[in-house]
């Protein structure tokens, strides 16, 4: 290369080379401000990206998971099969069950007499989509609303299935979702955690939920989940202890993060720096916390929209109000837990009560955050972790049938977040027992949600005991028929 050449390109003078490192300088303050974590040392990096940093662009910037844990039945609230009311009573047809694996309820019965709902449907919206009487109010939003109703999965029972839902794997100790989305992408405001836990329970049979449901498994304990009660203390021991004042509180911390640095620096377990993390972030919630829980200051119009409950401290009303301040307020992921929906008996009275309870702060949430501009950035998803049997149950009785677990196919519903508003995706067959067209897994439901929140969930991984793991474990593919 020429050497006049060269030398004219190392020529720069002090006004260019201070122009060049102010524009550096600038890129990195950017850098900074829009991913916090973006220098930060220890375990900040998914997939040889800084925490905090989509793979894309997202069309979702948090999620709002409304999980209806206990199963609700398909065939009583967005699957319309006015076939099974012509068969009412007649025993499912053996080419239709093609000997399908039976829950031990199930197993030992002689027949499997199909039952048709009880409750009425219409078509409503522009997309004409099939609701239940028992959804009034989310009829009249159906218009945001993407059904997916050919979601399935291998697991029939509870435990196994709910696991599978939240984690992507059915056994236990597997990061949940929300978990995933704290590792890959941190959260918007430093004063509260990036995954929030709210639980509530209806007047319907209900399955329990525990702690694993919302782990950070293998990954860092700052990616679990942090439960809020709906005590005095929405936080449990995020208070000063009695006689001690927010300055002493401040200076204790600080000591302590001496100390507990001394430790890392002696034995370099990335856990102590993660518990510095975590009381850093205990002391900043004392102030944000209470000021989001307080639901007593929401104007008229808002506890109008969502029901009186939602003055009532751990109701599902309450929790859709909470869930939206805290998504507004930049949490990741809010995952909502409604027990109650297991009906293997008396389905038409249990049922009844719980879509009542749900009904009209579901739809109300969607609207709240429309109004406020913020659905299109935040995918909301509602649903539980497997269908219903179109048999029935027990007894046939028209008022008292139950329906037991059904994993071949089911509905969930998604809005906002840059999924389709108005379509339905997905269609069973005639009796609503088999998937007819466009068969949704639970690993491609995860791929998709990750995939709208700017993540590819094949590059979403993490190192454990040798092998990388991910929430779509070795499967999973985008659902682009859902996406906007």
Request: glycine share 10%; aromatic share 10%.
């Amino acid at each position: 290369m020429d050497k006049e050449f060269l030398e004219n390109r190392l020529n720069v003078n002090r006004r260019q080379f201070l122009g060049k490192l102010s524009l550096g300088i600038g890129s990195v303050a950017l850098g900074s401000l829009m991913v916090p974590d973006l220098f930060s040392k220890g375990d900040s990096m998914a997939a040889g990206l800084p925490l905090g940093l989509p793979h894309f662009a997202p069309k979702a910037k948090r999620v709002i998971y409304l999980f209806q844990n206990g199963a609700p039945s398909q065939l009583e609230s967005f699957d319309f099969k006015p076939k099974l009311r012509e068969m009412h009573g007649q025993d499912l047809p053996e080419s239709v069950r093609q000997g399908q694996r039976l829950t031990g309820m199930t197993s030992g019965q002689d027949r499997f007499p199909l039952v048709g709902s009880k409750f009425d449907f219409q078509q409503y919206g522009n997309s004409g989509a099939w609701v239940s009487e028992l959804f009034p109010h989310t009829a009249k939003v159906v218009d945001d609303i993407c059904f997916i109703k050919t979601m399935h999965t291998e697991a029939i029972n509870h435990d196994p299935a709910l696991t599978f839902m939240q984690t992507g794997a059915q056994q236990g100790n597997r990061p949940s979702m929300g978990a995933w989305m704290s590792y890959g992408l941190g959260s918007e405001n430093q004063n509260l955690p990036s995954f929030c836990v709210l639980l509530s329970r209806g007047p319907g049979n209900g399955q329990g939920v525990y702690s694993k449901l919302w782990t950070n498994g293998f990954l860092d304990s700052i990616h679990q989940g942090v439960q809020f009660s709906n005590s005095e203390d929405p936080v449990l021991y995020l208070g000063n202890p009695a006689g001690r004042d927010k300055a002493s509180r401040r200076r204790m911390l600080d000591k302590l993060s001496e100390l507990n640095s001394q430790n890392y620096a002696s034995f370099g377990d990335p856990e102590i720096n993660t518990k510095i993390k975590q009381y850093e972030m205990a002391y900043r919630m004392q102030t944000a916390v209470p000021e989001l829980t307080d639901l007593s200051q929401e104007p008229e119009h808002i506890v109008r929209m969502y029901g009186p409950d939602c003055l009532a401290p751990g109701s599902y009303a309450a929790n859709c109000l909470l869930a939206r301040k805290l998504s507004e307020a930049g949490v990741r992921f809010v995952q909502l837990y409604h027990q109650g929906w297991d009906q293997h008996g008396n389905l038409v009275g249990e049922m009844a009560q719980q879509a009542q309870e749900v009904d009209r702060p579901t739809a109300a949430l969607l609207t709240d955050l429309k109004q406020r501009g913020l659905l299109d950035e935040t995918l909301v998803i509602w649903g539980g972790e497997f269908g219903r049997t179109n048999y029935c149950q027990g007894n046939l009785g028209k008022d008292n049938y139950g329906r037991d677990h059904h994993p071949r196919c089911y509905t969930i519903w998604m809005a906002g977040g840059g999924v389709k508003p108005g379509i339905t995706y997905g269609q069973t067959d005639e009796f609503g027992y088999n998937i007819v067209e466009n068969p949704v897994h639970v690993n491609d439901f995860h791929a998709t949600i990750l995939h709208l929140m700017g993540l590819d969930h094949e590059k979403l991984t993490y190192k454990h005991l040798g092998r990388r793991y991910r929430l779509t474990d070795v499967a999973g593919k985008v659902v682009k028929g859902v996406i906007a």
